[in-house]
């Protein structure tokens, strides 16, 4: 049901709500006979005066966890850190650091060592790319494919 002043008693099929907390977050959902849409935030441009989709609130809130992460190991004068050490650093809850340090691991952004035990505890870096990328204006790559290697490709639409 719609709650407040503004909320006009009727039956709906559908409700699309946008609520501001007091924090200033903007958030929409959808809620009625057709499946619900979870909350998800919206950035307001004051410049432009337009709302963009941000996404769910764990979406966002994910988004910025890794970047606190990825800001806490680029911060660290050693190249392996713990994640005990990430979670200082980063401020985040450990359980989240958890998370966020295992998915970039899987996605092959972080190496991880160690057994997770005292005495051998998780340690991250950066992962090392298995290839080797030409570096600004030192090198050049000869086997990079020209314009006459190229395959003449016709779309139809």
């Given at each position: 049901s719609v709650i407040g002043s503004t909320g006009l008693s009727a039956t709906y099929d559908n409700l699309i709500y946008l609520t501001v907390t007091s924090d200033g977050t903007r958030s929409f959902g959808l809620q009625g006979r057709s499946e619900s849409l979870p909350p998800s935030l919206l950035g307001f441009d004051r410049d432009t005066r337009t709302l963009?989709?941000?996404g769910t609130k764990e979406e966002?809130?994910?988004h910025t966890d890794r970047e606190k992460v990825i800001e806490a190991i680029e911060a660290a004068d050693t190249e392996w850190v713990s994640g005990d050490y990430v979670r200082k650093n980063s401020e985040i809850q450990i359980k989240r650091v958890k998370d966020v340090l295992k998915q970039l691991v899987h996605e092959g952004r972080l190496d991880?060592?160690?057994k997770g035990k005292s005495g051998s505890p998780f340690e991250y870096r950066y992962a090392e790319s298995p290839f080797s990328f030409p570096t600004?204006?030192?090198?050049t790559r000869n086997d990079m494919p020209t314009e006459e290697d190229a395959w003449p490709v016709t779309m139809t639409f």
């Open positions: 963009t989709l941000l966002f809130q994910l991880m060592r160690g600004l204006l030192t090198e």
